[in-house]
């Protein structure tokens, strides 16, 4: 299967996108404190059924939930649950969404009501290394180049970088080739070509970069108990600047629904 999309796929891209990212930013507006990650869950599921879109996650490797919610120190892939959210807490919040056959996975990390300095220079550093890594991928430009930035601009600001889990390719199946590792490891050789789209996504730990996976089998936590931010952005490469498809705004009108 060719990693290059042709323009009637990247106009359903552009679309599966766009409402991923409009999921994200009704949750922004519905997180306070008091609120539960299962409650988060439900909300994101209605407003991705409003928009005649599925969630790409449930079910996935027989994942349980809608979302990915991870709070504090947990990095990924944290199960929503009864836990009520407090003021001052983290939440990292990852939606994929199925939009006619094609996906959109976007993340962002999102203060309950409000937070720490430390937790806010973290979420800063986490979301400017995306940027960093978005800003290399351009067509001509290797996989390594946004691996590095990321992992320079990461480390620069005295965090770690998860090697446990890297982006990716996306389109028909939340997870293609190639893998977008966000530290530098000898590979990542591989061109970036006008047409592919990708989730580029830094897992940033405020301490060391170790993890492990609870006994749910599912969340994964800082080994030290440190926290830990996550920002995502499916991104398609052109030959000239990358264009971010998970934004608000980039449905097309004809596709937008009643
Ligand atoms: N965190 C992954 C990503 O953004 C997807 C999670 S798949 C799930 O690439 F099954 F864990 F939800
Ligand atoms: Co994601
Ligand atoms: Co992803």
Same mark, same amino acid.
């Given at each position: 299967?060719?990693?290059?999309?042709?323009?009637h796929e990247?106009e359903i891209m552009r679309a599966a996108?766009?409402?991923?990212?409009?999921?994200?930013? &009704?949750?922004?507006?519905?997180? +306070?404190?008091?609120?539960?990650?299962?409650?988060?869950?439900?909300?994101?599921?209605?407003?991705?059924?409003?928009?005649?879109?599925?969630?790409?996650?449930?079910?996935?490797?027989?994942?349980? $939930? #809608?979302? $990915?919610?991870?709070?504090?120190?947990?990095?990924?892939?944290?199960?929503?649950?009864?836990?009520?959210?407090?003021?001052?807490?983290?939440?990292?919040?990852? $939606?994929?969404?199925?939009y006619k056959?094609f996906?959109?996975?976007?993340?962002?990390?999102?203060?309950?009501?409000?937070?720490?300095?430390?937790?806010?220079?973290?979420?800063?550093?986490?979301? +400017?290394?995306?940027?960093?890594?978005? &800003?290399?991928?351009?067509?001509?430009?290797?996989?390594?180049?946004?691996?590095?930035?990321?992992?320079?601009?990461?480390?620069?600001?005295?965090?770690?970088?998860?090697?446990?889990?890297?982006? #990716? %390719?996306?389109?028909?199946?939340?997870?293609? &080739?190639?893998?977008?590792?966000?530290?530098?490891?000898? %590979? %990542?050789? +591989?061109?970036?070509?006008?047409?592919?789209?990708?989730?580029?996504?830094?897992?940033?730990?405020?301490?060391?970069?170790?993890?492990?996976?609870?006994?749910?089998?599912?969340?994964?936590?800082? +080994?030290? %108990?440190?926290?830990?931010?996550?920002? &995502? #952005?499916?991104?398609?490469?052109?030959?000239?600047?990358?264009?971010?498809?998970? $934004?608000?705004?980039?449905?097309?009108?004809?596709?937008?629904?009643?």
């Amino acid at each position: 299967m060719s990693l290059i999309k042709t323009e009637h796929e990247l106009e359903i891209m552009r679309a599966a996108g766009a409402i991923a990212a409009e999921v994200l930013e &009704e949750l922004a507006a519905f997180v +306070q404190p008091g609120v539960t990650t299962r409650q988060m869950d439900e909300f994101a599921a209605g407003q991705m059924k409003k928009r005649g879109a599925k969630s790409a996650f449930l079910g996935y490797r027989k994942y349980p $939930c #809608h979302l $990915c919610l991870s709070v504090n120190d947990e990095v990924v892939h944290g199960l929503a649950n009864d836990r009520q959210l407090r003021f001052g807490d983290i939440v990292s919040v990852d $939606c994929g969404v199925t939009y006619k056959n094609f996906i959109g996975d976007t993340a962002t990390t999102l203060a309950v009501g409000g937070c720490g300095v430390a937790a806010q220079r973290l979420m800063d550093v986490t979301q +400017q290394a995306l940027s960093k890594g978005i &800003e290399q991928a351009v067509g001509g430009n290797r996989v390594v180049d946004i691996s590095r930035a990321v992992q320079n601009y990461v480390e620069g600001n005295g965090y770690s970088v998860v090697r446990e889990f890297v982006g #990716h %390719g996306v389109g028909r199946t939340i997870h293609e &080739e190639p893998q977008v590792p966000n530290f530098v490891d000898g %590979g %990542g050789s +591989q061109k970036l070509r006008p047409g592919m789209t990708i989730a580029i996504e830094p897992m940033v730990n405020a301490g060391r970069p170790e993890v492990k996976i609870l006994k749910d089998g599912w969340t994964v936590v800082t +080994q030290d %108990g440190s926290l830990s931010a996550h920002f &995502e #952005h499916t991104v398609l490469i052109t030959t000239g600047e990358p264009e971010i498809l998970t $934004c608000v705004g980039k449905m097309p009108f004809a596709l937008k629904p009643a």
